[in-house]
C-alpha cells in the first residue's frame, strides 16, 4: 500500500519537533561562554599534536570522573611544546551526563580556536580549559563572565534572605567542598571552584565571586558569576535554569512540543487510515 500525498508532507514537521524537544532537553550542553588565546601555533607543529592528545585524554577521563588535568608535552618534549588542560563537570551530574559534557565542549572549542594555543569552554554542566603555560593550582580569581537577570527592587527583607542563602552556600564547615547547592523557598543559588584549587584557595575565589554577584547584579532576579577557577549562580522564581532541574520555561516547552508531536502524528495516521479505507472502498466497486 503506497502512502497518500499528504502524508509525506507531515514527516519533516515532525523530525522538525523531535529535533526541538531534544535541544530543549540538552540543558548541561547549553552554552555559557567561551574564548581562545590570540597566539596561534604552526599548523602539523608537536605542539598542534600535544593539543589533540590532551583533548581526547579530556574526553576520555570524562568517561569515569567528573575532573581530571593533565600535562602533555609535545613528541620532542621541548618546553614550548607542552599543553596544560584540565575539565570539570557540575558538582551533580551523573558520570554519562559528565562525558556528554565534555564531549560536546571539547568539540565546540576545537571549532572555535582552530590553530588557538589556548581554550576555554563553559557549558552549563562543564568546564574545560587548555593552554601552553601552566595555570594548574594557580588562583585566578579574574571575571570572565557576568549576567545579571532584570531588576526585581528586592526590599530589605528580600535582600536579607538572598545574602543569607548565598552565605550558606559559600560558608565553610572546614570541610573541602568544590561544589556547593542551596534551597530557600523558591529561591536556589550554586556555587563551584576547579578542583585544583586548595580549601583556602577555593574559599577565597568564591567570597571574591559572591562580592562580584551582589555589586554587578544588585537586586536582580537571578545572576551569574563567572571567575577564572570558581563561579556563582543565583536565581529566585525559577526564572534561570542552571543545577540540573531547568526551568519552568523548558518544562513549558517540552510539554507543548510533546502535544503538538502526538497531534500531528495522530493526524498522520488518520489520513493513511481513510487512505486505506478508500481504497478498499474503491476495489470493492470495481469488483461488483
Known amino acids: 500500500m503506497s502512502l497518500p500525498a499528504e502524508a509525506p508532507l507531515l514527516l519533516p514537521c515532525i523530525c522538525v519537533l523531535l529535533l526541538l524537544a531534544s535541544t530543549a532537553t540538552s540543558s548541561t550542553d547549553s ?117 545579571c537577570g532584570p531588576l526585581i527592587g528586592l526590599d530589605s527583607e528580600g535582600t536579607t534572605e538572598r545574602d543569607s542563602l548565598l552565605g550558606s552556600v559559600v560558608g565553610s564547615d572546614g570541610a573541602y567542598k568544590p561544589y556547593r547547592a542551596g534551597w530557600s523557598g523558591d529561591a536556589r543559588a550554586v556555587a563551584q571552584c576547579v578542583q585544583d584549587l586548595s580549601a583556602s584557595e577555593c574559599q577565597d575565589c568564591l567570597t571574591e565571586a559572591i562580592t562580584q554577584l551582589k555589586t554587578n547584579c544588585q537586586a536582580a532576579k537571578w545572576g551569574d558569576m563567572f571567575l577564572g577557577k570558581c563561579y556563582v549562580r543565583y536565581s529566585e522564581g525559577g526564572d534561570h535554569s542552571h543545577d540540573g532541574h531547568g526551568s519552568s520555561n523548558d518544562d513549558e516547552i517540552e510539554k507543548t512540543l510533546a502535544i503538538l508531536i502526538g497531534l500531528i502524528a495522530g493526524v498522520a495516521l488518520i489520513i493513511v487510515f481513510l487512505s486505506f479505507l478508500a481504497r478498499v472502498c474503491d476495489r470493492g466497486k470495481g469488483g461488483k
Do not use: H, W
Open 31 to 147: 552554552f555559557v561562554f567561551g574564548g581562545c588565546s590570540q597566539l596561534k601555533y604552526t599548523p602539523g607543529s608537536p605542539y598542534e599534536t600535544a593539543v589533540n592528545s590532551l583533548l581526547t585524554s579530556l574526553v576520555n577521563s570524562a568517561e569515569f570522573s567528573t575532573y581530571n588535568n593533565f600535562t602533555v608535552p609535545g613528541p620532542g618534549s621541548a618546553p614550548e611544546d607542552t599543553v596544560y588542560g584540565l575539565f570539570q563537570c557540575r558538582g551533580d551530574l551523573s558520570a554519562d551526563d559528565c562525558s556528554k559534557c565534555v564531549t560536546r565542549a571539547v568539540s565546540r572549542l576545537g571549532t572555535l580556536c582552530v590553530g588557538s594555543c589556548g581554550g576555554a569552554m563553559q557549558l552549563d554542566g562543564c568546564f574545560i580549559k587548555y593552554d601552553n603555560t601552566s595555570f594548574l593550582g594557580v588562583e585566578d580569581k579574574a571575571v570572565l563572565f557576568k549576567k
